[in-house]
């Protein structure tokens, strides 16, 4: 996935009674699942990604039931649906991120609260602050979860690689999306690489910048990662390879196909899909 959009536009555009340029920057948090982040104030707009549970971004801008935000984590910026985030306050922000966490490892899992029993839904890459043994906290409520689903950021190697990567398959893409039900190429890569607590930018042409050059297919180690390139020399896929000649990456749905030097073969084996750019590996 990658976009031409230049943030720093959004930062020019005057105020006015719909629209108002913060002063101040506020810090928000989701609680809930997953929350569109969209490239405009409305619903009908493009999402341009997503924020998951817990994570936490900065409000820079207020539009009527809008917000524009910029996530901690890759720094994107977007708008967000009001009552989806709430307001955090400058001590439970620091409670927030100065917090140990574990990650979701699998596509799915289920949390409850243990106050009133009530279960969310949470999905890969999400970060449980607190947790220990079955149970985190977050803002003063305590949840369980299943310890088998959940990972304290394992070695990037090609065991872990190889054990996890399978879970993935099949997930459908989705623009903008970064979560079992549906995600895109570069929302794949994120969140799988997160499992291991390798922070990874948002879109394949922010990815590409990140890393070091492989030279050669035949260099390539398991879980290094393929960039592609459109006609125009812009980078618009990426993918996660497997050895030098497969490769999962998420083109229609989360899937292996055969790669060479020339880039992803079609299933059939006979035309290519992706031209192949360079290789990148990423670690800690």
Known sequence: MNRNTDNSTYRNIETSKKKQILQFIMTCITLLSVVPVRNRPSESAEMVTQLLFAQTADVIEEANSWVKIRIHADGYEGYADRKMVSMLSDDNYQSVVSAPYAVVCYPVAMAVSNANKTTIMLTAGTHLPNY???SFSLLGVDFSISPELVALH????????????????????LWGGKNAFGMDCSGFTQIFCSLFGINLMRDASQQAQQGVVV????????????????????????????DSQTIVHCSGRVKINSIDAHGILADDQKSYTHRLRVIKRVRK
């Open 154 to 173: 394992p070695e990037y190697n090609k065991e872990n690689i190889s054990a996890s990567l399978p879970y993935f398959l099949n997930i459908p893409y």
């Open 132 to 134: 220990n043994n079955g």
């Open 215 to 242: 030279g050669f297919l035949e260099e390539v180690q398991t879980g290094d990662l393929a960039f592609f390139e459109n006609n125009d020399g812009n980078i618009v896929h990426v993918g996660i390879l497997i």
